[in-house]
């Protein structure tokens, strides 16, 4: 499928309130046509199934004031479908992260990542360089993986040591620092109060 194919299914999709919603709710996104989350995750199936490639390197070359909103979520979103290994899923997060301008696209993508439930220890030590990167949507994304996928009895000591040691300003590295903990909480109640 080609960007002009899926750019058509997605203005299909278009729903003008939900855009006013949705824009509300993502401060600074720029280009969302107002499609919801269950259709931009059918057509990331869909396209997961066929020929993704020729779309994600189109929609690499575009230019980023030319690129909805919702493109860039159905790229994360079929990078989490697609049926590769892990390395080859490895390069393609690489080359998307730097995409990621919002919480929205961070956490979702990377709540879709669920193949880190059979390569824990690839995407421990993968999300390590994100956690200590200097760009604040770089370590929210490392934050909100560590959080999905790592708060547990063999990881909940070094979770709270690696977001103790985060500093960075920006306020979406705060509050993913701070939901983070609150989950640590939840679970390790004991050991999150004593850390607190």
């Excluded at 980023?64 to 390069?91: H, N, P």
């Excluded at 200590?132 to 990881?155: A, C, K, N, P, W």
């Amino acid at each position: 499928m080609n960007r002009e194919q899926v750019r058509k299914l997605l203005e299909q999709q278009a729903e003008e309130n939900y855009k006013a919603f949705n824009d509300k709710l993502i401060p600074g996104v720029k280009n969302a046509i107002g499609v919801r989350m269950g259709p931009l995750k059918e057509l990331a199936k869909s396209m997961a199934k066929e020929n993704y490639n020729e779309y994600f390197e189109e929609l690499d070359r575009a230019p980023l004031d030319e690129i909805y909103y919702e493109e860039v979520m159905l790229q994360g979103l079929t990078i989490g479908f697609i049926k590769v290994s892990a390395e080859e899923r490895l390069k393609y997060i690489r080359l998307f992260v730097p995409k990621v301008d919002n919480w929205a696209v961070c956490d979702s993508f990377s709540a879709g990542l669920k193949f880190t439930k059979k390569e824990p220890e690839l995407l421990w030590e993968f999300i390590q360089s994100y956690l200590t990167d200097s760009r604040e949507f770089y370590i929210r994304f490392g934050v909100v993986m560590l959080m999905d996928y790592f708060i547990d009895q063999e990881h909940i000591k070094r979770d709270l040591t690696i977001l103790e040691n985060i500093s960075h300003e920006g306020y979406y590295v705060k509050m993913a620092v701070a939901w983070a903990i609150s989950v640590c909480f939840v679970k390790y109640p004991d050991m999150t109060r004593e850390f607190l």
